[in-house]
């Protein structure tokens, strides 16, 4: 086993930044801790770290309790949102910075910092200065870093948070190809559900300070444990039971609510068994695909995606009367009334 959190839980004052949490990561895997701001997610990962100490709990590392281990002993590469690079340190000397404490050879450092420029496909920049690259490059160049010690453990503090989206995208792909060559026990922090999604092997996801569901990206989209897991993995229409949804045979609980994502939601223009009559609101163009707004007769109002095939086939305008019907509901407890 790579690491594991063993009913870890950090106060800060009154806060309750993590409570009670315990996980696994498998060695050589790549996982996301992914969770709003104030979950926990960022202090768990600074306990792993040894940045912070946890109030109770134990941590391990590749088998060795850690709990209390210094930091410079953990053998870990922590790469932070903002770079951290040293200005006035050429990308070579950053690279190498590390590895110079250690009283590596210099000529075993030059290898090391020519071999990891190449891993991240800046090979011809050890000679500029941070100032001199992009974010992203800063960002690969960060990477390099931690790695150049060999860790045991790569932990990334939301690692492309201060980037631009095409950039993040780029660096998403990047990092995944980075992660299936060097195959290091990896976590990452972030908020972001499309790149927890695109880039890990497993996602863990955090609410106030605790562990709500731990999956594979398609586990926890298709079968979400709670109703924040499915609300936080991307959108959703929550409705009351006379919403008219449910199956014929199917009661609803008074503290229940129908959960409904938008590209479950099928649209006609004619009535059909089982669908509910409705009218377009509002449509929206979002590219490769259409968000349709919808009013119900009970009022509620409903999103529906539409491909842009499905969309120009039912030429749907403003006010226009339609049905709609369900591919697929989840029912949970409304935490109102709980």
């Known amino acids: 086993m790579g690491i594991k959190v063993e009913n870890v839980s950090k106060r800060f004052g009154s806060f309750q930044a993590v409570d009670g949490v315990s996980l696994e990561v498998k060695t050589g895997s790549l996982v996301a801790l992914l969770g709003p701001s104030g979950s926990g997610k960022s202090t768990l990962l600074r306990m792993i770290a040894g940045l912070e100490l946890p109030d109770m709990g ?101 690692p492309f948070g201060a980037l631009d989206a095409k950039v993040r995208k780029e660096l998403r792909n990047w990092l995944r190809q980075l992660h299936e060559e060097v195959q290091i026990t990896t976590v990452f922090v972030t908020h972001d559900q499309e790149e927890a999604m695109e880039v890990a092997d497993e996602i863990v996801v955090m609410n106030q300070g605790c562990v709500e569901q731990v999956g594979k990206p398609s586990e926890i989209y298709d079968n979400p444990a709670t109703p924040f897991v499915m609300s936080f993995l991307g959108p959703v229409n929550v409705l009351p039971s006379n919403a008219g949804f449910l199956p014929s045979n199917k009661l609803l609980a008074e503290k229940e609510q129908i959960f409904l994502r938008p590209h479950d939601v099928l649209v006609q223009l004619q009535p059909v068994k089982g669908a509910v009559a409705a009218r377009v609101d509002r449509i929206i ?25 499905r969309f120009l086939q039912l030429q749907l305008q403003p006010n226009q009367g339609v049905y709609v019907q369900s591919k697929k509901i989840k029912i949970f407890p409304d935490p109102v009334l709980k």
């Open 285 to 309: 163009y979002l590219g490769w695909e259409i968000r349709v707004e919808l009013v119900l007769e009970s009022e509620e109002r409903v999103n529906a995606y539409l491909s842009r095939e």
């Open 58 to 158: 134990k941590i391990w590392l590749i088998g060795e309790d850690a709990t209390y281990q210094p930091v410079q002993e953990r053998h870990i590469g922590f790469v932070f949102q903002h770079y951290a690079l040293f200005k006035h340190l050429t990308i070579r000397q950053n690279i190498g910075f590390a590895l110079e404490i250690r009283k590596i050879a210099k000529n075993k450092i030059q290898q090391r910092v020519e071999e990891l420029l190449h891993l991240v496909q800046l090979g011809g920049l050890g000679d500029r200065y941070p100032s001199q690259l992009s974010g992203g490059q800063r960002q690969r160049i960060a990477l390099a870093r931690a790695l150049a010690v060999q860790p045991r453990v790569l932990l990334l503090d939301e």
